[in-house]
């Protein structure tokens, strides 16, 4: 009996086109993540992180000085939705970065859940968010809130369509 060996195929890499041009889309053609402060902190296909700094704009609780849950939850579909947009580049790697980004034209929330665990009181914020299925026509997503000190906030769950 031989014994057959495969080599796993190589972590895909974007280029750094279509990550700058991800940027520019999200952080400044999408408004509304401007006035959140919401900014890309890193971009692979499997993953993305994001970044807001905590600004008296987002207290939901002026005694607290805590974030509104409402800037948590949108800020989680945000990138909820980079997510997606970082798996289907992924999956079109043979066209040109600028090709691919035209694919997000159809990209939109059907359901969106958010735990919220804690309190969220911190100076700024982390957001992470993976794709957890892709598929033809929707794709499904988990998402993390955390605190500077890497504590857990709230979670969420989304499900967007991507054809």
């Known amino acids: 009996m031989t ?10 890499e974007f280029e750094a086109e279509f990550v700058d041009a991800l940027k520019h889309l999200f952080e400044e053609k999408i408004v509304f993540n401007q006035v959140l402060g919401l900014k890309i902190a890193s971009i ?17 609780h002026y005694s607290h000085n805590r974030i509104h849950g409402g800037v948590i939850s949108a800020c989680l579909d945000a ?13 079109h790697m043979d066209e040109a970065p600028l090709q691919r980004l035209h694919r997000f034209s159809k990209l939109g929330t059907i359901d969106l859940r958010i735990d919220y665990l804690r309190p969220g009181i911190s100076e700024h914020f982390e ?3 993976e794709v957890m299925r892709l598929g033809s026509r929707v794709a499904s997503t988990r998402m993390e809130f955390l605190g ?3 504590k857990l906030l709230s979670t969420g ?3 967007y369509i991507v054809s």
């Open 3 to 12: 014994k057959t060996t495969t080599t796993p195929a190589a972590p895909v």
């Open 44 to 60: 692979t296909p499997d993953k993305v992180i994001g970044r807001i700094d905590m600004k008296p704009q987002l207290v939901g």
């Open 79 to 91: 990138m909820g939705g980079l997510a997606c947009m970082a798996a289907i580049g992924a999956r």
């Open 127 to 129: 957001l992470r968010a």
């Open 148 to 150: 500077a000190d890497g």
């Open 157 to 159: 769950a989304g499900a």
